[in-house]
């Protein structure tokens, strides 16, 4: 059987009218078993962020593995998000590629473009798993570095850019916070329609879900991976919040 690729995974919720990524923050297999259980028909994706887990040291990693198998076995069509920030030489990203990827089984990873394309090439070369490309982060010290000018203009721009010219296999995306909507459509005008945004930073971090979802989404209303963690995951009622913000995200696409 063909294992499906992080696009078309991606691609299908789409299609089904679901942009809720809940973030896993939570290095406990059961306490995530019971949040996925509840929101698996909400949501396009799953996001474990992978400081969580590391603090947490065995226990942690074991627990990362147990609820990313158990998505794959129980809910096969939703990708899971692998949210490591990796960023290293070459040859040391063959071992995070190795790790997030084959043992793991994660769909995409999140990483840094620092240290530039040939750096990040073993994420790039692996074809049907997603890379996703910090372009303008959520964190209100953003602009120390990403709002310095470059030839002109930006340096989150210039990094949207030259991000594209790494998407020859088709498997990139880029994350822009919700946090800074109006350079969320800025980076939707430069990627096209065709390069999915992981946008973090509703809920705890306080980004508006109707500016987030009309500055990020593509020409066919589509495009765009709403990730909402803490808000979601410590709620008394994680469905009924991610019921919510899924509402809000199509009331959002209506207008």
Request: overall charge positive; glycine content about 10%; hydrophobic content about 40%.
């Amino acid at each position: 059987m063909t294992k499906l690729t992080f696009l078309t995974k991606i691609s299908q919720k789409w299609a089904e009218g679901k942009f809720v990524c809940v973030g896993l923050d939570q290095a406990d297999f059961k306490f995530n078993k019971l949040i996925v259980d509840q929101t698996f028909d909400l949501v396009c994706a799953y996001k474990p962020n992978s400081a969580f887990y590391e603090a947490a040291g065995l226990i942690g990693r074991k627990s990362l593995e147990q609820i990313i198998k158990y998505i794959q076995k129980n809910y096969p069509q939703i990708p899971v998000i692998l949210d490591a920030k990796r960023a290293d030489i070459g040859n040391t990203n063959e071992g995070y590629a190795k790790e997030a990827f084959d043992n793991l089984g994660a769909d995409a990873i999140t990483v840094h473009p620092y240290l530039g394309k040939e750096a990040i090439q073993p994420f790039l070369e692996r074809k049907g798993k997603g890379v996703l490309v910090l372009v303008r982060t959520s964190n209100p010290g953003a602009q120390e570095f990403q709002d310095l000018l470059v030839c002109g203009k930006p340096l989150y721009q210039v990094v949207a850019e030259h991000v594209m010219t790494w998407n020859t296999n088709g498997n990139v995306g880029v994350v822009v916070g919700a946090t800074y909507p109006e350079e969320l459509k800025i980076v939707r005008g430069i990627i096209g329609d065709d390069v999915p945004i992981l946008i973090p930073g509703v809920g705890a971090q306080g980004g508006n879900v109707e500016k987030t979802v009309l500055a990020g989404v593509n020409n066919r209303g589509q495009g765009i991976i709403v990730s909402s963690s803490r808000a979601i995951i410590f709620a008394p009622n994680p469905r009924k919040t991610t019921l919510k913000l899924h509402q809000e995200i199509v009331d959002s696409l209506k207008r």
